[in-house]
T-cell receptor, first 115, second 115 residues
């Protein structure tokens, strides 16, 4: 149980375009999902907390207009990287907590490369 | 953002050896989690600790929640090749209603097994 999926697993896009990444909890409902970014050989850095039915909470230094988050249902959150630049190239990982639970389960990650 | 200090940063061991790593924080957490991440994958939850002083085992893995609530350690006994990967600790401050609070990750410990 507690499986989280992400789509796509990898994506290459041109500079200036937008990319959408989906995060789904497959066998549980999640009122809260989290989006992380991980650069090579570094730890996970939280970007934002996504709450179903309300606005996301962004960490300091993360541009909310560039990284659009939508949590439209209890099983789906999306992250859209708008006007992507090469410095946005990274490994993006989402996590989800079962409603009422405290443990976070992570998706397999999405490798974004902006050319 | 804040990161927890993990040590050692990397370990090179022989198969069958025991492993010990720890994680320290300048602030208190009421939940400690240990994750393992394989290359190109999302982190997988290994052990969750909820009480100061708690000692929990999961197979060959043992983790303890420090009595000061500012540290935790993870031990792996009789290491095997599939133990290779990056181990992250994560601290969480859960609210009294067990809301889905964000995680603060450690800097990671990279485990390599020497043939």
């Amino acid at each position: 149980g507690a499986v989280v999926s992400q789509h796509p697993s990898w994506v290459i896009c041109k500079s200036g375009t937008s990319v959408k990444i989906e995060c789904r909890s497959l066998d549980f409902q999640a009122t809260t999902m989290f989006w992380y970014r991980q650069f090579p050989k570094q730890s996970l850095m939280l970007m934002a907390t996504s709450n179903e039915g309300s606005k996301a909470t962004y960490e300091q230094g993360v541009e909310k207009d560039k990284f659009l988050i939508n949590h439209a249902s209890l099983t789906l959150s999306t992250l859209t990287v708008t006007s992507a630049h090469p410095e946005d190239s990274s490994f993006y990982i989402c996590s989800a907590s079962p409603s009422g639970g405290s443990e976070q389960y992570f998706g397999p990650g999405t490798r974004l490369t902006v050319t | 953002g804040q990161q927890l200090n993990q040590s050692p940063q990397s370990m090179f061991i022989q198969e069958g050896e025991d492993v010990s790593m720890n994680c320290t924080s300048s602030s208190i957490f009421n939940t400690w989690l240990w994750y393992k991440q394989d290359p190109g994958e999302g982190p997988v939850l290994l052990i969750a600790l909820y009480k100061a002083g708690e000692l929990t085992s999961n197979g060959r893995l043992t983790a303890q929640f420090g009595i000061t609530r500012k540290d935790s350690f993870l031990n792996i006994s009789a290491s095997i090749p599939s133990d290779v990967g990056i181990y992250f600790c994560a601290g969480q401050l859960r609210g009294y209603n067990f809301g889905n609070e964000k995680l603060t990750f450690g800097t990671g410990t990279r485990l390599t097994i020497i043939p």
